[in-house]
């Protein structure tokens, strides 16, 4: 078969042409569609491959799962009655979509390696070599860990050393699994109750002050007198390093104030925490972090180097692919104290901070994001918009049916919690839906 034009994309203000060799795809998996674009001016035919896949996605059951909330919001049956922690939308080894193609169910990462530059674009194959974003449903019913992930140059180096020491990526002391970053957005879907940032050093003072445990006397002592970076380091570390008698009669006195102040939002989610994880130092973590609940719509930002939590509620998430997790407790994991230190930022994040405020334009809410990895919009109640396609994205439908159509003729509908893919040869298109849908990219 002749090598045929397969895709026309838009790219630095000029349209292109790409070919791609049909005769030598190796998974013989391209079916052919005629269809017309105008471009300045002249109208072309080509030939082109399939722009929209309905992704198949694997359900994670981590025990932190809510049983019912991915069930309740987009009806997918849970019959075993085990936890759906997470949905995952993308490529990632660990739980990688399925597409069909030419009626083939296909792993989405294979697909992406049959013509990487046309799938993912050519701009992030340079960059990334990959898809460089995994999008997530999460719904947590038990709080997961305390975690801090690191920055991109303390996790290439990071991995470089353990790499270099021959540490396999699967022993349980492994801190870095890759070497990447892992900033993360989530967007609420229901209350979405979180940890996120530092408290104001004052702030953390008088709450330590407040419990008046003896043992941890001198540590709070230090911290009034040092309320800057260096002092706050020294006491997130010393108290993550308390060990035998001493943590156990300070997680004690902690929960005894917490008992005699239950009516206090603060201390009922220290006594439900103490529940979950009974004994664990992270159960002073909410008195040294931020403790917001996101009301369904709203988004935060978790940056690189900034300790974080989520405790309960369902949301979407959407992350750079990466696995890096330095815990800092709620956890029986292994913690490396020192290169969590290492790896964290010691400044407080002022509270009325942490919401992300989108910038609205063509229909979406486009949320602001600081690192090139994934871009995350939200659409809403939406007539044909047209959307221009510069990287391989993913429509997740929230609240109800989403239908897509490209000028060659193509359309695929989803119904809600069901999700598509879209590689970047396609160009552009259109959506509509009656409800939200949310748009990954890059
Ligand atoms: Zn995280």
Redesign the pocket.
Known sequence: MPEQIVGLWYNSCVFEQRKLAIDTDPMNTKILMKSVFEIKGKTMTATTSPCFFRMHNVIQDYAWGSKTSIESLFGVANPEGKPQAEIWMGAHPNGCSQIDVAGKATRLAEFIETDKAAIIGEATDKQFGELPYLFKVLAAEKALSI?V?PSKTQAEAGFAKEQQAGIPLSAGHRNYKDPNH?P?LVFALTPYQAMNGFREFADIVTLFRALEIADLHELVIALEENQNEAGLRQFFEAMLSLQGEVKDIAVNGLLTYAEHHKGDELFALILDLADQYPGDIGLFSPLMLNVLTLQPGEAMF?DACTP?AYIKGTGLEIMANSDN?LRAGLTPKHMDIAELVASTRFVPMPADTLLLAPEQSEGGLHYPIPVPDFKFSVYHNQQEAVLNVASAEILLAIDAALTVNHSNGETLTVEKGESVFIPTYAGSYTATSTGRFARAYN
């Open positions: 975690q992930h892992k993360e978790l974080h997790v």
